[in-house]
Nanobody, 122 residues
Framework: QVQLVESGGGLAQPGGSLRLCCDA?????????MSWYRQAPEKRREVVAT?????????NDAVRGRFFISRPRYNAEDAMCLQMDNLKPEDTAMYYC??????????????WGQGTQVTVSS
C-alpha cells in the first residue's frame, strides 16, 4: 500500500502564502501523477494542481498564476510541494494529496492522504 505524508497548511491572511508538501512511499511504486485536491464544506472535492512523472503540470483555473506545484528534490518522483501565494478566503478547504501509482502485484490504483487544513482569514 502507498502511504502519503502531508505537511504544511494552517492559517494565512488574505494575500498571504502557504506551502504544502507530500511524500509518497514506498519507493518501489511508480507514481504516475501526484496531485493536490481540495474540498470545502458542503462542496465537491476538486483537483487543484497535478504534476506528472515527466514534470508536466496542470492547474485548476481558480488557482492558476497563484499556486505552483513542483518537486522538492531534483528528479524526485515520490514527492511534491504546492506553493500557494496570494491566498484568498475561497481557498479555505481541506487539501488532500493524491497519487495514481503502479506496482506489478497490485496494478494501477489511486491513493489519498489524510488531508491538511488550509484556512484563509483575516
Amino acid at each position: 500500500q502507498v502511504q502519503l505524508v502531508e505537511s504544511g497548511g494552517g492559517l494565512a491572511q488574505p494575500g498571504g502564502s502557504l506551502r504544502l508538501c507530500c511524500d509518497a512511499s514506498p519507493s518501489y511504486f511508480t507514481f504516475h501523477t501526484m496531485s493536490w485536491y481540495r474540498q470545502a464544506p458542503e462542496k465537491r472535492r476538486e483537483v487543484v494542481a497535478t504534476i506528472t512523472r515527466a514534470h508536466g503540470t496542470d492547474y485548476n483555473d481558480a488557482v492558476r498564476g497563484r499556486f505552483f506545484i513542483s518537486r522538492p528534490r531534483y528528479n524526485a518522483e515520490d514527492a511534491m510541494c504546492l506553493q500557494m501565494d496570494n491566498l484568498k478566503p475561497e481557498d479555505t478547504a481541506m487539501y488532500y494529496c493524491h497519487t495514481k501509482a503502479y506496482v506489478t502485484w497490485i496494478g494501477d490504483r489511486e491513493y489519498w492522504g489524510q488531508g491538511t487544513q488550509v484556512t484563509v482569514s483575516s
